[in-house]
């Protein structure tokens, strides 16, 4: 089976701007997770979606916004950039809730 | 909440030789698993070893295996015959029912590996 595939895998935008970032789960997999990994916070979850609804929530603000297709492909939206979402993020799959999560190879946004 | 800890920020280890990071975590919960998933310099995510909290059994996968200590909510990692191919950064994480199975990742450990 193919692997957890994230477009694009690198990006540069500016502040103010908006950005989206895309996840395809591997084939069977309901379940899409979003972390951001940044030196200094480390591995911080952002999201999850099971079947299209949202199941878990992170604490960051609502300029983060996530969504899930019918296809189980996943998108993330970053409103208003800020210096400090630099980060890489990570999107994960998995076949059900209770289940181990496989990470896609990460999307490194950098906001100038 | 859950929280995982990871007291050693960076590990060093021969060639061949035997090392263990360490990991201890918190939860309530009674329906929770373990991992350790390894982020080498590509940055990508690797899962090394999965443990049901329910399983008195210590997890096992070629060279990588753990000690399992329920009581003492700890949850060590052991490579054996280390290669240079390990070293990455190893992250500790829990998941337990109650929080719908979120994942809560530690501190990370990085783990250098001296041919």
């Known amino acids: 089976k193919a692997g957890v595939t994230q477009t694009p895998r690198y990006l540069i935008k500016t502040r103010g701007q908006q950005v989206t970032l895309s996840c395809s789960p591997i084939?069977?997999?309901?379940?899409v997770s979003w972390y951001q990994q940044t030196p200094g916070q480390g591995l911080q979850f952002l999201f999850e979606?099971?079947?299209?609804?949202?199941?878990n929530k992170g604490n960051f603000p609502g300029r983060f916004s996530g969504r899930q297709f019918s296809n189980s492909r996943s998108e993330m939206n970053v409103s208003t950039l800020e210096l400090g979402d630099s980060a890489l993020y990570l999107c994960?799959?998995?076949?059900?809730?209770?289940?181990?999560?496989?990470f896609g190879p990460g999307t490194r946004l950098t906001v100038l | 909440a859950q929280t995982v800890t990871q007291s050693q920020p960076e590990m060093s280890v021969q060639e061949a030789e035997t090392v263990t990071l360490s990991c201890t975590y918190d939860?309530?919960?009674?329906?929770?698993?373990l991992f350790w998933y390894k982020q080498p310099p590509s940055r990508q995510m690797i899962l090394v070893i999965r443990?049901?909290?329910?399983?008195?059994q210590n997890a096992t996968e070629n060279r990588f295996s753990v000690n399992f200590q329920k009581a003492a909510k700890s949850f060590s990692l052991k490579i054996s015959d280390s290669q240079l191919g390990d070293a990455a950064m190893y992250f500790c994480a829990s998941n337990s029912g109650g929080s719908n199975y979120k994942l809560t990742f530690g501190k990370g450990t990085l783990l250098t590996v001296n041919p």
């Open positions: 939860t309530s919960e009674s329906d929770y698993y």
């Open positions: 994960a799959s998995r076949t059900s809730l209770a289940d181990t999560q496989y």
């Open positions: 443990q049901e909290a329910y399983k008195q």
């Open positions: 084939s069977g997999h309901r379940s």
């Open positions: 979606y099971f079947s299209e609804t949202q199941r």
